[in-house]
């Protein structure tokens, strides 16, 4: 099956269960090329996305979509999701049970997509990946990840750049310039990951010592 097809498979099912949280609100899958390598991922869909159906359509969203758009790249061949794929009440912060509900599916997503680099903007997205991260701290850092396998097949490695979320970018100008440098950086992370070519294999200075786990590394990059 192609990816696109497994894709709307996993939609299906997605739509169809009946024990996922927040059934009240739409089905928020995500949009974009299933062979894109560069993957987005945001936390949970609000009033505007709730309304359309699609991921990122509201004023952060635009402010997404116009830096991708910005580096020359298009929005439909890079790919777009949340953690969670409905929208919690009054766009309260998602709450932990409602991600590990959903977390089975977005580990299918990425293993269908097989990106070359993940994008979780902002907090709650950068944690599924890297337990132990701070977006302040660790926003703009490349880190290695293992990706358990959610269908019983090999376990990935992924790079992970973490952003900040582009709502909080929308706070003040201070966010704003940090979001868009990280973003500028995103062509040239790309390329590294893509050829291998690190300046120095692996490193992870950043994480707490105490709590670290080997999969929390950072590739140093910049
Ligand atoms: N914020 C998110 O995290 N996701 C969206 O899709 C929209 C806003």
Redesign the pocket.
Known sequence: MDKKSELKKLEEEMAGDINLPLRGSNL?FGEGSPDCEVLFI?????M??DRER?????R??QLLRKHIRTLGWKEEDVY????VKRRPPENRDPLPEEIESYKPYLARQIEIIAPKIIIP??R??MNYFLPFAKITRDQGKLFSAKGGSASGGKATNYYILPML???AALRGNEMMNTFAETFAKLPKALEKVKSGNFDESVASPQISQKQKRPEDVQAKLF
């Open positions: 928020v945001g936390e949970a869909p609000g505007n996305e699609r991921p990122f359509v509201g952060a969203g777009i999701t949340n953690i903007l902002g709650f997205s979320h582009p709502a």
